[in-house]
């Protein structure tokens, strides 16, 4: 089946070290984003990319960096993790075309700041 | 800049009940609207989407630019409808979505 795949599903690192999580998709879409979401919060996007094309949100700290290296990884890397990045992250992917704006999402990756 | 409002974060109801999950948003603009739900343990996932109009799982929500509302209703719940429900807003300005979520609602079928 078509899907989104992320790894690890649940990532503990420590305070300051930094972390990388990882997303895959075999649905060959356009546009891939990143969400944080804390607990009984709802998802947050923090930056997608269109194709190559990288999009920050304006209010994503600078402790957090994308890389999409092909159409089917992206990457969420956290420079200096800290106690309030504990948090679930979500990746999803959309097709790019007006439309078609359903967006699918991967089960998550749960971070632990230690 | 526009929000989504979900009043309730939780709802619980017998099975059998009409179950109505309210959602406000506020928007300048035309938007598009979706109600994605999250079961226990699975991913994230569109339940519907206004603009096809269509009833999903015996879900249906109708566009009231009027009072901005997109509630999502069902005549007759069911067990399994117990999850999380999260109403979203496409704010559009590009020919892709990108979301702003609702705090969510903790929809409960009690048998």
């Known amino acids: 089946d078509a899907m989104v795949i992320q790894n690890p599903r649940y990532q503990v690192t420590q305070f300051g070290k930094p972390v990388t999580l990882s997303c895959s998709q075999t649905l060959n879409h356009n546009v891939m984003y990143w969400y944080q979401q804390k607990s009984s919060q709802a998802p947050k996007l923090l930056f997608h990319?269109?194709?190559?094309?990288?999009?920050n949100e304006a209010d994503t700290p600078d402790n957090f960096q994308s890389r999409r290296p092909n159409t089917s990884f992206c990457f969420l890397d956290i420079r200096s993790p800290g106690l309030g990045d504990a948090a679930m992250y979500l990746c999803?992917?959309?097709?790019?075309?007006?439309?078609?704006?359903?967006?699918?999402f991967g089960p998550g990756t749960r971070l632990t700041v230690l | 800049a526009q929000r989504v409002t979900q009043p309730e974060k939780l709802l619980s109801v017998f099975k059998g009940a009409p179950v109505e999950l309210k959602c406000n948003y506020s928007?300048?603009?035309?938007?598009?609207l979706f109600w994605y739900v999250q079961y226990s343990r699975q991913r994230l996932q569109l339940l519907l989407r206004?603009?096809s109009r269509e009833s999903i799982k015996g879900f249906t929500a109708d566009l009231n630019k009027g009072e901005t509302s997109f509630h999502l209703k069902k005549p007759f719940a069911q067990e399994e409808d117990s999850a999380m429900y999260y109403c979203a807003l496409n704010a559009g300005g590009t020919s892709y979505g990108k979301l702003t979520f609702g705090q969510g609602t903790i929809l409960t079928v009690h048998p």
């Open positions: 206004h603009i």
């Open positions: 999803a992917t959309s097709r790019g075309e007006s439309g078609y704006n359903e967006q699918f």
């Open positions: 990319y269109y194709d190559k094309d990288f999009n």
């Open positions: 928007y300048s603009g035309s938007p598009e």
